[in-house]
């Protein structure tokens, strides 16, 4: 089956400019996951969706940062403006759905920003 | 709250050595663990979880709850096994607490 595919791959901006990343789950993937990894760190969870409603966005910076996943399929996550501490890879990922029995999370390729 | 740490960022060991990657964990409740791991060049996956009592890739993690810890292990290192692994914890609702990572490299 194909995997969890994310544009673009790399993206460079300048400091207060906005950017949007894109994410494709894998199909039939009910429950959509964005993560932020910054340099040393693990991935720390942004959001989570589970079909196009979001399940938790406790760690999203919502003055800034962005995400809608219409029709449940397709999820775009937005950064307006951005600064420079949000320089990191930007991962997404999706599982089968979500509920009390753990589903195993795909990830995709990531998108690496840098914000100069 | 829930933290995972992972106290070493680097490791090395020799080809045929034992492996072992440290992970404690800090939470009040009966918690999911999982090890992922990310080779060069390839997508963050998921290696084992704690419940299914697997051995993959010849590695293993047992749960020890009264020291709140889920070591990796593995007997014989292998020059495949170089990789980033992280150490992760799951609370009823899937959200995953990551550790920040132990960069493993396996010298021939």
């Known amino acids: 089956e194909a995997g969890v595919a994310q544009s673009p791959r790399y993206k460079i901006i300048e400091k207060r400019q906005s950017v949007a990343f894109w994410c494709n789950p894998i199909s039939g993937h009910a429950t959509l996951y964005w993560y932020q990894q910054i340099l040393g760190q693990g991935p720390k969870l942004l959001i989570q969706f589970q079909n196009n409603g979001v399940v938790d966005d406790s760690q999203l910076p919502k003055d800034r940062f962005s995400a809608e996943r219409l029709k449940g399929v397709d999820s775009t996550l937005k950064i307006q403006p951005a600064k420079l501490e949000d320089s990191a890879v930007y991962l997404c990922a999706s599982s089968l759905e979500f509920s009390q029995q753990y589903y195993e999370q795909y990830f995709g390729p990531g998108t690496r920003l840098t914000v100069t | 709250a829930q933290r995972v740490t992972q106290p070493e960022k680097l490791l090395s060991v020799f080809k045929g050595a034992p492996v072992e990657l440290k992970c404690n964990y800090s939470?009040?409740?009966?918690?999911?663990l999982f090890w992922y791991v990310q080779y060069s060049r390839q997508r963050l996956q998921l290696l084992l979880r704690?419940?299914s009592r697997e051995s993959i890739k010849g590695f293993t993690a047992d749960l020890n709850k009264g020291e709140t810890s889920f070591h990796l292990k593995k007997p014989f290192a292998q020059e495949e096994d170089s990789a980033m692994y992280y150490c992760?914890?799951?609370?009823?609702?899937?959200?995953?607490?990551f550790g920040t990572g132990t960069r493993l490299t396996i010298i021939p």
């Open positions: 939470y009040s409740g009966s918690p999911e």
């Open positions: 992760a914890l799951s609370f009823g609702n899937e959200k995953l607490t």
């Open positions: 704690h419940i």
